[in-house]
């Protein structure tokens, strides 16, 4: 009877004690409607009001300010196909100074009855059919059956890729690291006030392209990926533009950049084509204006010379893919050239085999050429300018 009473008082007491207010913690403050969530990852550019554009968001906002959206895309282009770099034609460099030309290997050897003379300079060439060796010397036979001895036999460089195919035109400016140094080192932000570079380097000739440009003490800046900046001296652009220049009415033109030494082909207001080239070095500069094609050439010869003393006295057999636009001057491949990238010429185009190849099959007699340097630094004064030359 007693263990009875006592577990009815036990659950009468457990009873009691579960029927009593349950303390209740302090209250957390009250959260307004004012107090925003965190925006989802995102660009935003205005503020979305009903979010906070926090945390990554911050920084995909920033880069897209400067033209950037994650994921990167790639350029929309192709590199042009391999076989427009092969030449029909095998070359010979020659000495610095006068060379004569014999009817025979017989006269080559004795160096007797030479029939001309190809004169003295830095820059010249000599297309061949063969050679022979003989205890003389290495003796070269040349496409009208004349001979010469040379220098050497030469290959033609390829250093610089060459251009690209576009499939659409792209959204931003591009272009590729000009040849100054073997690498340049990128930095985290414009301008050489802070030492934070990046650790990592663009190679010469590397394709990038550019998001942005800043103007900082005087010098430009390009941004080619998130926080990465080169100096702008260090990279050929290429804007892209769907607007054709005065007085192109049919959408089709080569557009020649004389500063930024690019060269862009546009075909139905789009850019098809875009590459690297060398034009007129002062005080032999690439005219500006607006031009047409006015004779295209498989091959060809280019001699001549714009010094009194013909110290700069230049011949060059065989010139391949050749587009004349200017009096003398011509859009042409440069078999001869080891770079691209910055004015070398005396006011032509030079281009690689390849992209000359390329440029040659595309373009038709009458194709406006418009040459234009965004500088201003390149006379206009037309009275500046002769017939010009290769």
């Not at 930024?260 to 070095?281: H, I, P, R, S, W």
Request: charged share 15%; proline share 8%.
């Amino acid at each position: 009877m007693m263990r009875i009473i006592i577990s009815f008082f036990i659950f009468v007491q457990g009873f009691s004690f579960v029927s009593q207010p349950v303390p209740q913690p302090p209250q957390a403050e009250v959260v307004h409607a004012s107090s925003k969530m965190l925006c989802l990852p995102g660009i935003y550019l205005t503020d979305p009001q009903d979010c906070l554009p926090l945390g990554p968001s911050i920084y995909i906002t920033q880069l897209a300010t400067e033209g950037i959206s994650l994921p990167l895309l790639s350029l929309p282009s192709r590199p042009i196909d391999s076989l427009l770099s092969e030449l029909p034609f095998s070359y010979a460099l020659l000495g610095d100074g006068p060379t004569p030309v014999y009817a025979s290997l017989q006269d080559a050897i004795s160096g007797r009855n030479e029939i001309r003379t190809i004169d003295a300079g830095k820059l010249r060439y000599v297309s061949y059919l063969s050679y022979t060796e003989t205890a003389s010397g290495r003796f070269f036979l040349l496409p009208d059956n004349t001979w010469l001895s040379v220098s050497s036999r030469v290959s033609v460089p390829h250093s610089y890729p060459g251009g690209i195919e576009f499939y659409r035109t792209p959204g931003n400016s591009f272009g590729w690291i000009l040849p100054f140094a073997p690498t340049v080192e990128t930095k985290r932000t414009p301008g050489y006030n802070l030492d934070d570079k990046t650790g990592h380097s663009v190679n010469q000739y590397d394709r990038v392209q550019v998001y942005s440009t800043r103007l900082v003490n005087n010098d430009e800046w390009d941004l080619i990926a998130p926080d990465e900046w080169v100096e702008g001296r260090y990279v050929g652009k290429v804007t892209p533009s769907a607007n054709p220049p005065p007085g192109v009415e049919n959408g089709r033109w080569i557009e020649v950049n004389l500063f930024e030494q690019t060269l862009a082909v546009y075909d139905k207001n789009k850019l098809v084509f875009a590459t690297l080239v060398a034009t007129g070095l002062d005080p032999f500069f690439t005219r500006p204006g607006l031009f047409q094609i006015q004779q295209k050439l498989d091959s060809t010869v280019m001699s001549g010379s714009f010094e009194a003393d013909r110290s700069d006295f230049y011949y060059l057999e065989d010139v391949p893919w050749t587009m004349y636009y200017d009096h003398a001057r011509a859009l042409h491949g440069a078999y001869w050239r080891t770079a691209f990238g910055f004015p070398q010429s005396h006011g032509c185009v030079n281009l690689t085999p390849a992209d000359s190849h390329w440029l040659f099959n595309w373009s038709k007699v009458n194709d406006w050429v418009y040459v234009w340097d965004p500088s201003g630094n390149t006379p206009t004064d037309l009275s500046y300018y002769g017939e010009g030359g290769a």
